[in-house]
């Protein structure tokens, strides 16, 4: 596993995933866009340190010498807060944006595609999207489809026998009917977070990927899902020492405590 990431951060941050832009309606899209503009605003104004941990585009593809034309607003926002704060922004892309060639470092993005440890005042934070990791010592393996889906040679062919508006279109069909299941269990983050806790110097996991927002507390540490900002506007905020679910209100412009409104399925921990 690699090493932490030296030094010490800001004590103000806030982790998103699964915004999904470009997947919906073009009113939705203009919404979930407004939102999510007006809360790196925010981060910006109040020196918030932000992580993106997965599926902010769906579907993105870059092909060699392009890249989709979607979320050009998005990524010029991110690309003047990496400007103002003098950092890039961790982008962990996940199984709805993973197909990249360079450009997103271009835009002030420091990109990982798998997982990335950090220290927050010194506290160890393990941070990945959700959908699985490669490395069979984390015991988190993809399903075989995201598997095949990541595979260079899959990529290769792909983008070899369809163009790039050709394919982007196909995988954002595909990408439409897989989100749309109706169930969604959290028991399978669950559990791997409370066995990969206590077996590791680790705290918190934070993620996304199933879209139930949750705070998940077990015997070695406590797993924090951010949750689905394309219908939930939930992130995890971390400030005076602590880790907090909660909504950002871009009316208001501000963060309050998220309070889930229907059930799921309860996990064992």
């Known amino acids: ?92 892309t996940g199984n709805h944006d993973n197909w990249t060639r360079g450009y997103f470092e271009t835009a002030g993005f420091d990109v990982e595609s798998e997982y990335r440890r950090i220290r927050i005042e010194g506290t160890p934070v393990f941070l990945h999207h959700g959908d699985g990791l490669k490395d069979p010592r984390l015991n988190l393996p993809r399903p075989m489809i995201n598997r095949i889906l990541r595979h260079p040679l899959f990529i290769k062919i792909y983008q070899w026998m369809l163009p790039p508006t050709c394919g982007l279109s196909l995988m954002r069909h595909f990408s439409g009917f897989s989100r749309a299941r109706p169930v969604h269990d959290p028991e399978r983050l669950n559990s791997w977070a409370e066995e990969f806790l206590s077996k590791n110097s680790i705290d918190f996991v934070i993620c996304g990927h199933d879209h139930i927002p949750r705070v998940e507390s077990c015997p070695s540490g406590t797993l924090l899902n951010s949750g689905p900002f394309f219908s939930h506007r939930t992130v995890i905020r971390y400030t005076k020492g602590s880790f907090e679910l909660v909504v950002w209100d871009s009316e208001q412009r501000q963060l309050t405590p998220y309070k889930r409104l229907t059930p799921y399925k309860r996990s064992k921990i």
């Open 1 to 92: 596993m690699p090493a932490i990431e030296p030094g010490s951060m800001p004590d103000h941050h806030i982790f998103l995933s699964d915004v999904h832009y470009g997947a919906f309606s073009e009113e939705s899209n203009r919404q979930i866009e407004a939102d999510l503009l007006s809360l790196v605003d925010f981060c910006m104004d109040n020196r918030i340190r932000l992580h993106i941990l997965g599926d902010l585009f769906d579907y993105w593809m870059e092909y060699p010498g392009y890249h989709p034309d979607t979320g050009y607003r998005i990524i010029e926002k991110f690309r003047k807060y990496a400007d103002q704060s003098g950092r890039p922004v961790l982008y962990i």
